[in-house]
């Protein structure tokens, strides 16, 4: 490729963050880090000091507007996304934003509402499921139609543990979000309903959060998905997932326990940055989840955290605009 290096502002260098700095550094082609930004200046000066060339920028939205940057890896809290989306958008950035989209469904849909007035695709989701080789197999075999017709999916996703600030509704956006994604990726259709059942709490957990908890989903075209969601097990991390068809059925996952989702997802978070990075030097900024997609997960999230609530089944509302 002939187009100049990337140089890219990773703004948010908490775990994720820094662990995509460290990514672009050491084993992305083509791009760097240019900017660092974080709201702890000193997180913010430990990591530009390991990356040859790159400075701190105090303010994210001037990272965002400055001429030496040209795209934009967002990794800070959720609740600060919508704000450095529209700004990307204004400027024209491409941005790779960690999942979620934003902190709701209503400005998820504010964000891809503006994003498709511009006509110019610039936001990606970091759903780095997608680029995992064990769920990009899964879905060939499905879409080779070896299973027959797909009808059920049950999945796992455990953590050994959670930073003292998840809460059980994180549960639900932080974790649980993946499986929305992962099911919508595989079965190619939105989910239309969701009912979140609390079991008895493991005593591991701090009190009052709901955890395990197990989430049903059905599908545009009736399919049910089951996940347990179990992020104190003070074991491993582990996903697995089986789908179950007219004809068989395909699994992943199975004795396959890591120490964090670090471990696990490695891979799948290079071949994400990578691609991401030759997309936007090639011009077409995105080639992954959009943000369409970060928008119907974060409705699909909405509707489970009502569920949350009263254990009933509750329909995804979803917005009509593509
Ligand atoms: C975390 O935020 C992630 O995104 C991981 O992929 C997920 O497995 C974990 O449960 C979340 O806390």
Known sequence: MSTPELRIAVLGVGMMGANHADRITRRINGARVAVVNDYAADRANAVAAAVPGARVAADPLDAIASDDVDAVLLAT??????????ACLEHRKPVLCE???????????????????????????????????????LKARIDSGELGQPLVMHCVHRNAAVPPSFDSAMIVTDSLVHEVDATRYLFGEEIVSVQILRPRPTSHAPAGLQDPQIAIFSTAGGRHVDVEVFVNTGVGYEVRAEVVGESGSATIGFERITRDFFDRFGTAYDVEVQRWVDAVRAGVNVDGPTAWDGYAAAAVCAAGLRSLETGEPVAVELAEIM
Do not use: C, N, W
């Open 77 to 86: 809290p959720g609740s600060v996304h919508e704000k450095l989306l529209l």
């Open 99 to 137: 999942k979620p989209l934003t902190a709701g469904a209503d400005t998820s849909l504010g964000v891809v509402r503006r994003e498709s007035e511009l006509q110019t695709p610039l936001i990606q989701v970091g759903f780095m499921r997608r680029f995992d080789p064990d769920y990009v197999q």
